[in-house]
């Protein structure tokens, strides 16, 4: 089976710097996957990692060890707009279908 | 235009009714999929369909049927609805050829069963 951690909620200051955590158990690898949800929207795709290493995509960053099973999305300069759940999701064994963490809402305070 | 549409976008229904939520899409992709979404626990898998002629149960399909009527369409219907099928339900979308086989998601269904 599969099993997805997150922190449940987060709190950060406007322009600085947050990293959310995500773990993972699966028997068999297949990428990570960072969503944003918006309260009451649609998640949206935020990046893709299936090697070691970092992700780097404007102010977002994506992180992953594969042997640590852990992830993590690092937000730098935050915005308002930012204030949002982050979902983790992971394919199973096959590919074709995705399991999602319970996902972390940030708060971003002025 | 969005590229994956869901109706209706709220429906409060009652107990024992049947309910059909419907899923369209314009992106032209194989793969569509079932979702809800409740407090604290995430999205969960319902159903999924890799073409029209495949359907697969996910995680929590009792309670639920669907329709893949066509390569673009992907129905999720309640034969008799409970109130803990009360939640936010989401149709998405992937391509089995893109680089990150990346779903995409529509607006969501807020669907109240009293």
């Known amino acids: 089976g599969q099993n997805i951690d997150q922190p449940t909620e987060m709190t950060a200051t406007e322009g600085a710097i947050v990293q959310i955590n995500c773990t993972y158990q699966?028997?068999?690898?297949?990428?990570l996957f960072w969503y944003q949800q918006h309260a009451g929207e649609a998640p949206t795709f935020l990046s893709y990692?299936?090697?070691?290493g970092l992700e780097e995509k404007g102010r977002f960053s994506s992180f992953l060890s594969r042997s640590k099973g852990y992830s993590y999305l690092l937000l730098k300069e935050l915005q308002m707009k930012d204030s949002a759940s982050y979902l983790c999701a992971v394919p199973n064994n096959y590919g074709q279908n995705f399991v999602f963490g319970p996902g972390t809402r940030l708060s971003v305070l002025p | 235009d969005a590229d994956v549409t869901q109706t209706p976008r709220n429906r409060i229904t009652k107990t024992g009714k049947r309910i059909m939520l419907e899923c369209s899409q314009t992106k032209g992709h194989d793969r569509m999929y079932w979702y809800r979404q409740d407090p604290g626990l995430g999205l969960r898998l319902i159903y999924y369909s890799f073409d029209v002629k495949d359907i697969n149960k996910g995680e929590i399909s009792d309670g639920y049927s669907v329709s893949r009527q066509a390569q673009a369409k992907f129905s999720l219907s309640l034969e008799s609805a409970i109130p803990n099928q009360t939640a936010l339900y989401f149709c998405a979308t992937s391509d089995f050829q893109s680089s990150y086989n990346e779903q995409f998601f529509g607006p969501g269904t807020r669907l109240t069963v009293l």
């Open positions: 699966t028997s068999g690898f297949n990428g």
């Open positions: 990692n299936v090697l070691d």
